[in-house]
């Protein structure tokens, strides 16, 4: 039986990444390995660590990652992308030539008789002001025009820096170490939202750059994918089991 695959926050392209060429290589192979097995593929955002398309441009380079996902989908695999807080501004491109189901909210679907519901994860019971603040500017679509009539040099420099700027902060201050159950906003929102909708067997996430797998009730558990950086971290569901693995080239992946 065909299986279904989970992952996210590669961030391809960051300037903060000194090894980014060999990580997209290394991503590029999984995919690689999983193709005769994939029935789908969730790229939970972040896949790239900054996106913005023009008109008649799309950012320099990722042409493995790109190249891989339209074989992927030219094969008959669902690949299934969700935009993150870095890879927001996706304006039709990915969808026409790599032939991905693009996602710009959260996912409640059925898959193989088990309820998931599926997210980036950014915003999800977060009570910060400033986040809430700049993920809706970022969504704004008056300030997505502005931001477009930028020299395409200026803008992607911009974006690239304030995405490095970010991903060093947060490594600075620790912020990608689990919380705890209690302090966890992804958690939490997870147990708030099952209160009315116990039917869903699985949360999955990205976004924190944690591994996770907690159980939030008898019947459903949740799952934080990690990262493709440094922990290159994916689950796999075969139908029966939900299981989360690290990526070993050369050895025996589901």
């Known amino acids: 039986m065909k299986q279904v695959y989970f992952i996210s926050d590669a961030h391809l392209g960051s300037w903060a990444i000194d ?24 790229m939970l955002g972040d896949m790239f660590d900054y996106w913005y398309e023009f008109k008649y441009v799309v950012p320099k380079g990722y ?3 790109l190249g891989k996902i339209s074989e992927l989908t030219d094969l008959g695999v669902e690949v299934h992308y969700f935009i993150g807080n870095h890879d927001i501004w996706t304006f039709g491109y990915l969808e026409r030539e790599c032939g991905v189901i ?14 998931f519901f599926l997210a980036h994860g950014d915003g999800m019971g977060d009570p910060s002001r400033t986040f809430r603040f700049l993920r809706g500017i970022f969504r704004s679509r008056v300030c997505q025009f502005l931001y477009s ?17 970010s991903m ?3 490594r600075l201050n620790g912020v990608d170490k689990y919380l705890g159950e ?12 099952l209160k009315s909708h116990p039917d869903i067997n699985y949360f999955i996430f990205g976004h924190r750059h944690i591994e996770l797998d907690l159980m939030l009730s008898h019947s459903s558990r949740m799952l934080i994918l ?14 029966k089991t ?3 693995h690290n990526y070993l080239e050369g050895g025996d992946n589901k």
């Open 226 to 239: 990690g990262d493709w950086i440094s922990q290159y971290t994916y689950a796999v569901f075969d139908g």
């Open 242 to 244: 939900l299981t989360m």
């Open 102 to 115: 693009l996602h710009k909210e959260p996912l409640t679907v059925e898959i193989m008789g088990k309820e």
């Open 63 to 65: 042409t493995r990652f």
């Open 19 to 42: 090894h980014r060429r060999m990580q997209e290589r290394r991503l590029v192979r999984f995919l690689d390995d999983i193709k005769d097995k994939a029935q789908a593929i969730y």
């Open 168 to 170: 060093e902060k947060h």
């Open 149 to 165: 009539l930028l020299p395409t040099r200026w803008s992607m420099w911009f974006g690239l820096s304030w995405a490095k700027k």
């Open 182 to 193: 209690d302090k966890e906003f992804q958690v939490i929102y997870a147990k708030e939202y």
